[in-house]
């Protein structure tokens, strides 16, 4: 009977242990919500930069060749060489002026001849006409072959290609191609949400990669007036002064144009995620009750750590900065401290 009740005693103060137990353990128990650090963005002045990549070209090129096909008779520049406006860079074989200057004396001594005979009532005006007709168009063909036998530069620049030599009867290929690279140009490919910003001669800064970061001054030359529709850009004609002579056509060049300054939202870059499998950028925007909200972004520029925000947030918002992986839109998270 003892070990009876011994046993019950045993019994009933096992289940009092366990329910104290389990009731200490059922305190313990408490949600706990992701932590994360926000930070109040604010609008602030930022520079309007766009810049675009390009080639450096001449801003004019020119190609020496012959109209009458003649021998070369001696090229009188090579590659590199400095030529002005008006040089005389090839000189051709004359052999056919001498037989047009014939052809063009034996014109004229039987066109005196008629109007003589016209004077004296012994011919017709109809044969003087014809005549007149072919001794013009002699000494137009006397010309031409006479301006085609020194063959001068019509622009100043640098000869970058000589594709003959002397002697050679030349075809196919201009004998010599001159450059204009005082000043120089690149052609840009704008994107069309900048088409009301850019002004004819408007300043931009241009830099060549072989140069580091020494800027060169250049300017807005021409605005091409049609759109691309393929990839919704423009093309723009830049002039580059270069009085050293130290750009080249060929060089990879970056041109910068600045628009001004506006007035937009700057967040840390930390705050901005990308959605996955999309273009899509956004931030979680902390609410006063302590909950976040999915916010999509557009983005503007990227300055150092931070990112311009173009549309999407309001000034003075709350972004979380940190332990965005942790949590979803209307959830509910506390500061950390």
Do not use: W
């Amino acid at each position: 009977m003892k070990r009876k009740v011994l046993f019950i005693a045993l019994a009933a103060a096992l289940v009092s242990l366990t329910a104290c137990s389990g009731k200490k353990e059922k305190k313990e128990v408490k949600e706990e919500l992701p932590i994360v650090e926000v930070q109040t963005v604010q609008e602030e002045a930022v520079e309007q930069i766009a810049e675009y990549t390009a080639t450096v070209e001449a801003f004019k090129t020119n190609n020496i060749a012959s109209m009458t096909g003649n021998r070369i008779k001696r090229i009188l520049v090579d590659v590199g060489s400095h030529v002005r406006a008006g040089q005389a860079v090839v000189i051709l074989d004359d052999v056919n002026i001498a037989q047009q200057q014939i052809t063009m004396a034996n014109v004229k001594r039987d066109l005196d001849r008629a109007k003589e005979l016209v004077r004296i009532g012994g011919g017709t005006q109809q044969t003087v006409d014809q005549l007149q007709t072919q001794y013009d168009a002699a000494a137009r063909a006397l010309r031409n072959l006479q301006e085609n036998t020194t063959l001068t530069s019509p622009i100043s620049g640098v000869v970058t290609k000589r594709n003959f030599d002397n002697g050679d009867l030349p075809s196919g290929q201009p004998i010599l191609v001159i450059e204009q690279q005082q000043p120089l140009k690149v052609i840009v490919n704008v994107n069309e949400s900048d088409f009301p910003k850019v002004k004819q001669g408007m300043p931009v800064s241009v830099k060549c990669d072989v140069y580091g970061d020494e800027v060169f001054q250049g300017r807005v030359y021409l605005i091409h007036p049609s759109i691309d529709a393929s990839n919704r850009t423009f093309e723009v004609e830049i002039t580059i002064e270069n009085s050293g002579n130290k750009i080249h056509s060929g060089m990879f060049a970056r041109v910068t144009f600045n628009f001004g300054s506006s007035n937009n939202i700057v967040v840390p870059d930390r705050a901005v995620i990308k959605q996955v499998g999309s273009g899509v950028r956004y931030v979680y925007v902390y609410n006063p009750d302590g909950t976040v909200t999915y916010t999509e972004v557009t983005l503007g520029q990227r300055l150092e750590n931070r990112y311009e925000i173009i549309s999407g947030l309001t000034n003075g918002a709350k972004v979380v900065t940190t332990g965005q992986s942790h949590i979803t839109n209307g959830a509910k998270v506390q500061l950390k401290k």
